[in-house]
């Protein structure tokens, strides 16, 4: 069975610390990896990953896929109260191309 | 360019009533999906749509239904309401690319209580 699995589920950090979240995953016929912020309702789109190894950047955001090990990474440097939302991983897998998703990092920056 | 919208934003039911979810996704969008979004569970796949056509659909009981009308605008319904589909229902549009591929726009989403 697909499965996508993140880490941690929760994440408690200070302003201007920097934060890596976690998403693994096992798929049929992978076909891209997507991130999205959730602040209060609507998810907003981050990065889209399709081929390992090749970073995606955005400000203070970044996030990288592994193929072969399976998970990508999604970086946040000096983080701000900004930040704290949940962020979602989601797989774009299998001959009928569904969308997957993990549970969600939820990550709290203090100030 | 006005985002998606969803309506109602919340409502509350009693067990065994049925509901019906409303979506007008971006303009110029023609695919339409639907996540429920649970703590326990997390972002589950309901159904997408596209041109009027369902083109995929999750792992759900077939007391949840949907249909795309020919302005693109969605609904889904869920019937015979059970405690566990309180839920935030979410709903997703993007341009007419590849199924499964593309960034999806996601509405504020329809918070449902069933009491």
């Known amino acids: 069975e697909d499965k996508v699995v993140q880490s941690p589920l929760s994440l408690v950090v200070h302003e201007g610390d920097t934060v890596t979240l976690n998403c693994s995953y096992e798929?049929?016929?992978?076909?891209?990896l997507l991130w999205y912020k959730q602040e209060k309702k609507a998810p907003t789109f981050l990065f889209m990953l399709?081929?390992s190894g090749i970073e995606k950047k955005s400000g203070r955001l970044s996030s990288i896929l592994d193929k072969k090990e399976l998970f990508s990474i999604l970086n946040i440097t000096a983080t701000q109260t900004g930040d704290s939302a949940v962020y979602l991983c989601g797989i774009n897998a299998g001959n009928n191309r569904k969308l997957i998703w993990g549970l969600g990092t939820s990550l709290a920056v203090n100030p | 360019k006005a985002g998606v919208t969803q309506t109602p934003r919340y409502l509350i039911k009693t067990r065994g009533q049925q509901v019906t979810l409303s979506c007008s996704p971006i303009?110029?969008?023609?695919?339409v999906s639907w996540y429920q979004q649970t703590p326990g569970q997390g972002l589950q796949f309901l159904f997408e749509?596209?041109?009027?056509?369902?083109?995929n659909k999750g792992n759900f009981p077939g007391r949840f239904s949907g249909r795309q009308f020919s302005n693109s605008r969605s609904e889904m319904n869920v019937s015979t309401l059970e405690l566990g589909d309180s839920a935030l229902y979410l709903c997703?549009?993007?341009?007419?690319?590849?199924?499964?591929?593309?960034?999806?726009?996601f509405g504020e989403g329809s918070r449902l209580t069933v009491l």
């Open positions: 749509y596209f041109s009027e056509t369902q083109r």
């Open positions: 399709t081929s």
């Open positions: 997703a549009s993007k341009t007419g690319e590849a199924a499964g591929t593309g960034e999806l726009f």
């Open positions: 798929v049929t016929n992978f076909r891209s």
């Open positions: 303009s110029g969008h023609r695919s």
